[in-house]
C-alpha cells in the first residue's frame, strides 16, 4: 500500500467512527447505522491500518477514543455537517425543482388550451422558467435543441422517449353565414382553401376523401394561422382539428358532415432528460392535463380510424 493510500480517508471510513465513538461498542455501532456488525469491525480495522494507528482503545466495557481519535472527531462531525447538508440541499431541489425548460413546438399549438396547460403549469412552479420556441421546423432533440418537443403527427421514428398524448379529430370549419349557403349535395357550388396545392388544381385527394367532394380549392396559404385567421373572415372552408376550429369563437363546423380522423399529438424529450426533475414535472403535468380533456381533442361523432 503507498503512502497516499495508507492515509486517505473517505465518507465512509469517517461514517463508521463517527457511529463507534457514539456508541462505544461495535454492535452498537451497526445498529445505529444500519450495516452488519462485521462489515463494520473489518471497516474500522481497515481505516486504523490506513491511518497507521489505533483510534479506539478496547475493554471489556466497550471502546474509547484513543488521543488520535479525539482529535480526528471534530473533523469528522464537520465532515458529517456538510454532507447533512449537501443531502437536504439535493433533496429540496428535487422537491423544488428550479431552471428552465426549452420546448418546441409548432405555431398552431398556441391556439390551443396547451397555452392554458402552460400558464397553470408556470403558477404551480413558479422556480420553472418555460422558454418557448413556435416554430413548424422539427427540432433535432439529440443535438439537445430543445429539451421538450410537442409535435402533431400520425407517428414519430425518431430515438427519443416519447409518448402519444391524444388523437385528434378534424373537420371543416367555416362561418355562421358561409354555412347558410351550404346544402346537403356533397359541397357543390363551395370552396375549401387549399394549402400546396399546384395552383391550377381545382381538387386534391383530400378534399375527394371528404365530407364535400365536389367542392373546389380556391386560394391558397402556407401557414395554420393565417387558415384559420381567412376561414374566419368567410374566405372559405377549412379543414382543421377540432380543438382548434371549436375554439375560435367566428367559426363553426360546417353541417352535413362528421368528424374524420386526424393527426396525433406527441410528447417527445431525449432520453438523458426523462429523469431530470423539471423536465420530468413539466411533461407528466402536460400528459395528465391533456389526456384529462381527450373529449376536446377526440371529439364525438368522429369516423373510428380504418
Known amino acids: 500500500m503507498s503512502i497516499k493510500e495508507s492515509h486517505s480517508l473517505n465518507w465512509d471510513d469517517l461514517k463508521y467512527f463517527l457511529a463507534v465513538a457514539r456508541t462505544g461498542t461495535l454492535r452498537g455501532a451497526a445498529d445505529s447505522i444500519q450495516v452488519n456488525h462485521t462489515t463494520l469491525t473489518r471497516r474500522l480495522s481497515v481505516m486504523e491500518e490506513r491511518v497507521g494507528s489505533r483510534l479506539f482503545d478496547r475493554s471489556k466495557q466497550g471502546l474509547a477514543l484513543t488521543q488520535l481519535g479525539e482529535d480526528l472527531m471534530p473533523h469528522a462531525e464537520r465532515v458529517e455537517a456538510e454532507m447533512t447538508t449537501a443531502s437536504r440541499m439535493i433533496v429540496g431541489r428535487d422537491a423544488q425543482p428550479s431552471g428552465t425548460v426549452y420546448i418546441t413546438l409548432p405555431h398552431g399549438l398556441a391556439m390551443t388550451s396547451l397555452m392554458d396547460d402552460f400558464a397553470t403549469f408556470a403558477d404551480l412552479y413558479p422556480d420553472i422558467i418555460l422558454n418557448m420556441n413556435f416554430t413548424n421546423d422539427v427540432r433535432d432533440l439529440t443535438r439537445r435543441e430543445a429539451d421538450v418537443s410537442l409535435r402533431v403527427a400520425s407517428e414519430v421514428t425518431d430515438d427519443v422517449v416519447g409518448r402519444k398524448l391524444v388523437q385528434m379529430s378534424q373537420a371543416a370549419y367555416c362561418t355562421r353565414e358561409y354555412a347558410e349557403r351550404i346544402t346537403d349535395n356533397g359541397g357543390e357550388g363551395l370552396h375549401l382553401i387549399g394549402w400546396h396545392e399546384p395552383e391550377e388544381a381545382t381538387t386534391a385527394n383530400w378534399v375527394k376523401n371528404s365530407y364535400y367532394p365536389k367542392a373546389t380549392l380556391k386560394h391558397r396559404v402556407s401557414e395554420l394561422v393565417p387558415l384559420i385567421t381567412l376561414a374566419a373572415s368567410g374566405l372559405g372552408m377549412a379543414y382543421l382539428a377540432c380543438n382548434l376550429g371549436d375554439r375560435h369563437p367566428n367559426l363553426i363546423r360546417a353541417p352535413f358532415q362528421k368528424p374524420m380522423p386526424y393527426r396525433s399529438i406527441w ?19 402536460l400528459a395528465a392535463s391533456v389526456q384529462s380533456r381527450r373529449n376536446e381533442f377526440w371529439v364525438a361523432g368522429t369516423k373510428p380510424p380504418q
Do not use: S
Not at 267 to 285: E, G, I, P, Q, S
Open 267 to 285: 410528447l417527445l424529450l431525449h432520453r438523458d432528460l426523462k429523469n431530470t426533475a423539471r423536465v420530468r414535472l413539466f411533461v407528466d403535468f
